[in-house]
């Protein structure tokens, strides 16, 4: 089976960095996703990750270590428009090739 | 714009019936995934097809069922509808391999 952890909610200021973690059992990892999702719409691929180590895409960059079972996302120079829910999501090849997510992390960002 | 289209946007029915849901995946994605999102369990990995044919099953009931046809667009079917089944239903396409992009969803309210 496979379990997924990430907090529930985090809050943080306009232009501040916030980073949330994610943390997974699953046995035939191969590859970790994170997506934004406002309320009410539809999931938004932000970065995937197979390898250790990190990976940056302009204001947010993701992290990934095999070994530990944990992975986070960096958002930085936060914008009000950041307010979200972040989803972890694990690829689990045991699973054919879906992505099974994590319970989402709910971000609010204030000024 | 994902690429990922989904019919219809709302549906509004009333339990015990049955209702069909259409996604059409983006252009060359040989891969459906369908997801359930209610309130309180995040999103939930129901089934994928490849193909046209069934590659995995997460949580789907035995109420639900899908296919995917010749033209790889895919149905999913719901019947015997109770409360519990409003939600958003999201479908995603992917290609080989790599992120998977999600449709505008269908939001299911069972009266």
């Known amino acids: 089976g496979q379990n997924i952890d990430q907090p529930t909610e985090m809050t943080a200021t306009e232009g501040a960095i916030v980073q949330i973690n994610c943390t997974y059992q699953?046995?035939?990892?191969?590859?970790l996703f994170w997506y934004q999702q406002h309320a009410g719409e539809a999931p938004t691929f932000l970065s995937y990750n197979v390898l250790d180590g990190l990976e940056e895409k302009g204001r947010f960059s993701s992290f990934l270590s095999r070994s530990k079972g944990y992975s986070y996302l960096l958002l930085k120079e936060l914008q009000m428009k950041d307010s979200a829910s972040y989803l972890c999501a694990v690829r689990d090849d045991q699973a054919g090739t879906a992505l099974i997510f994590g319970k989402g992390t709910t971000l609010s960002v204030s000024s | 714009d994902s690429g990922v289209t989904q019919t219809p946007k709302h549906l509004i029915t009333a339990t015990g019936q049955r209702v069909t849901l259409r996604c059409s995946p983006r252009?060359?994605?040989?891969?459906v995934y369908w997801y359930q999102q209610s309130l309180d369990q995040g999103l939930q990995f129901l089934i994928q097809?490849?193909?046209?044919?069934?590659?995995a099953k997460g949580n789907i009931l035995e109420r639900f069922s899908a296919q995917q046809f010749p033209d790889l667009h895919s149905e999913l079917n719901l019947s015997s509808l109770e409360l519990g089944d409003s939600a958003l239903y999201f479908c995603a396409s992917s290609a080989t391999s790599g992120g998977r992009f999600f449709g505008p969803g269908t939001r299911l309210t069972v009266l």
């Open positions: 252009s060359g994605d040989l891969s």
């Open positions: 699953t046995s035939g990892f191969n590859g």
């Open positions: 097809y490849y193909n046209g044919e069934e590659r």
